[in-house]
T-cell receptor, first 111, second 113 residues
């Protein structure tokens, strides 16, 4: 299970590499998923969303993949830049219920 | 781009005191939320507000918490008799439709001493 405290899972990449951040969700009835980016001292910022009738959605430099069979969501960031350094977390939602947020992954991009 | 605005950015208060955290949601949004995030932990839902009333609240949102939309623009969270464990970042969020994700404010860091 997840550990409690300050130690988030961390992904370190070199500038220019592609990053893949993963999220396992818990509710098989969830039908809407969102990735957020949170920079230090700031609020969560919407990146991209996907509904359960899709398995892939692309944005600018980002792609979200949804595997409902194994309840897994991933965020791919192409050509990662230092400005992408942040905590990334996914949120899942069933219908109009309140979304549930994951704990997040810290992405560190080295120049 | 429209923003959710929160004030103050940082609030320090003594244990037992009351605090009011303020938010100005995006003007055409209809659904309003308060979340909190204890350092290093998940963003936790506190309360949702729609049509001038609470639509849902979590177990965290007990009698010491209240929300208000006193006019057409502000959305406030009041914490009565603050406790040390109330220290956290408090985020306001809003959305125009439940079909979409939320827009979050930059948060208020509440420190209870």
């Amino acid at each position: 299970g997840e550990s409690v405290g300050l130690h988030l899972p961390t992904l370190s990449v070199q500038e220019g590499d592609n990053s893949i951040i993963n999220c396992a969700y818990s509710n098989s009835a969830s039908d809407y998923f969102i990735w957020y980016k949170q920079e230090s001292g700031k609020g969560p910022q919407f990146i991209i969303d996907i509904r359960s009738n899709m398995d892939k959605r692309q944005g600018q430099r980002v792609t979200v993949l949804l595997n409902k069979t194994v309840k897994h969501l991933s965020l791919q960031i192409a050509a990662t830049q230092p400005g992408d350094s942040a905590v990334y977390f996914c949120a899942e939602r069933e219908g109009s219920y309140i979304p549930t947020f994951g704990r997040g992954t810290s992405l560190i991009v080295h120049p | 781009e429209p923003e959710v605005t929160q004030t103050p950015s940082h609030q320090v208060t003594q244990m037992g005191q009351e605090v009011i955290l303020r938010c100005v949601p995006i003007s055409n949004h209809l659904y309003f939320y308060w979340y909190r995030q204890i350092l290093g932990q998940k963003v936790e839902f506190l309360v949702s507000f729609y049509n001038n009333e609470i639509s849902e609240k979590s177990e965290i949102f007990d009698d010491q918490f209240s929300v208000e939309r006193p006019d057409g623009s502000n959305f406030t969270l009041k914490i009565r008799s603050t406790k040390l464990e109330d220290s956290a970042m408090y985020f306001c969020a809003s959305t125009t439709s439940l079909r979409y994700g939320y827009t979050f404010g930059s948060g208020t860091r509440l420190t209870v001493v």
